[in-house]
């Protein structure tokens, strides 16, 4: 059985835990906050892994105390290199490829998650360890990770920001938000079966100018506006229509 | 029975085509393709409703083969007015807040339908062929409907189109975009327990300077960097950041 030790309480932290107690194959024997780490913090001989699960800038600091540890050393950051850790120790990263909230069940067994390590014993350790929990586990080396990473902020952040923005339309005009709900989830199951290229709907794509400009016209909120400009643009050159 | 004639032949056709077909409280007894209405079309004369499914720029023309009917005559697009239709004739919208492929099925039961109608007794007709297929039926008038297809754009063409950015990203650098299925869904089914404004998260949200910075360095493409960098600041606004 994999031991391991989780630093840091926060949301990952708090979903790796729960995985982790499903499965036989991997104890977690102790959570130590992030705060609570110092040169003098004891921690059991039988641990395999340290898995550092924490704000991404305290990420280099934190994993200082394991310089000289002769343990497998994770983190789960998708934009922090490997390098990041120390140096000459057992170092890796173990990145979950999912947004993580406390109060939201996650089912581990579809999330991808990125493995990284520099020697083939750790790659395999670590394997095993993803492999525990998820049925998605991958080689993802630090450069592609930042990729991986640069295109998470469009699909998850960016597109709760588009959600924010239909919420602010529905709120100013007494409209329930919630109604939206089947859509955004259709919307991002569709590309089980089409390519977002195929999926495109809308004014802009069906170049419908007289749509566009009513609706520029609706929009009260100049960044709104701008937004609406922008990606209409930017999905009008998509499919290759004048400007 | 309430007895239905479908006008158009296409994505939205199909789907409610087939949703009806599954209750016994309606029968969708003729379906013609647009092309084929003229002065000559002959209609079943138990037909008690007309639902016009075509382009949104045809709904005018095509509705004015019925400018003399008898019938209740229902348009299903979110960003025409029930006006677009001929006056004087019992007109009405019956628009599902959805987005619709031919090749995917859809759970009908839980699309919110948005109706309309000028006359009780049609509203209540509305009501009934909509609560056939739908638990969601909703009164909304031509104005608020206007808004809710505008919310739309934004729900749904827009975060189509951040997918269609990650993808790119990923093509450019050999990453699998299939690994962001289950972020993609869970971003949506987030919103089920929490407020997009609660549920956002990312650098621009933690107003991460640095990983900004690095993330705008990374864009090759000029739109993706200008959609970045608009979005970035918008979120920023959001949350009361300086810019």
């Given at each position: 059985m994999i031991q391991v030790a989780l630093i840091g309480k926060g949301n990952v932290s708090h979903h790796l835990q729960k995985a982790f107690s499903?499965?036989?194959?991997?104890?977690?024997?102790q959570v130590v906050p992030?705060?609570?780490?110092?040169?003098e913090t004891s921690f059991k001989d039988s641990i395999d892994i340290f898995i550092i699960a924490i704000r991404d800038d305290a990420i280099h600091a934190v994993s200082q105390y394991f310089k000289d540890s002769k343990k497998l050393i994770l983190h789960t950051s998708?934009?922090?290199?490997?390098?990041?850790l120390p140096s000459r120790i057992r170092r890796g990263v173990f990145y979950p490829l999912q947004t993580f909230t406390k109060e939201r069940e996650i089912d581990f067994e579809t999330v991808p998650i990125c493995v990284e390590a520099e020697h083939d014993k750790d790659l395999e350790l670590l394997k095993e360890l993803a492999g525990s929990i998820s049925g998605s586990v991958h080689e993802i080396s630090s450069g592609q990770r930042e990729k991986l990473h640069l295109a998470a902020v469009f699909v998850n952040n960016f597109t709760n920001h588009m959600y924010r923005i239909g919420q602010e339309i529905c709120q100013k005009n007494e409209?329930?938000?919630?109604?939206?709900q089947p859509l955004m989830l259709e919307t991002a199951k569709k590309l089980e079966t089409l390519s977002p290229f195929e999926a495109q709907t809308g004014p802009a794509k069906r170049n419908d100018d007289s749509t566009i400009a009513r609706q520029l016209e609706q929009l009260k909120v100049e960044k709104h506006k701008e937004i609406y400009q922008l990606l209409t643009e930017s999905i009008k050159t998509t499919y290759g229509k004048e400007l």
């Open positions: 499903k499965t036989s194959q991997v104890e977690v024997v992030s705060r609570k780490i110092n040169h998708g934009s922090i290199s490997i390098d990041a409209l329930d938000f919630t109604m939206f």
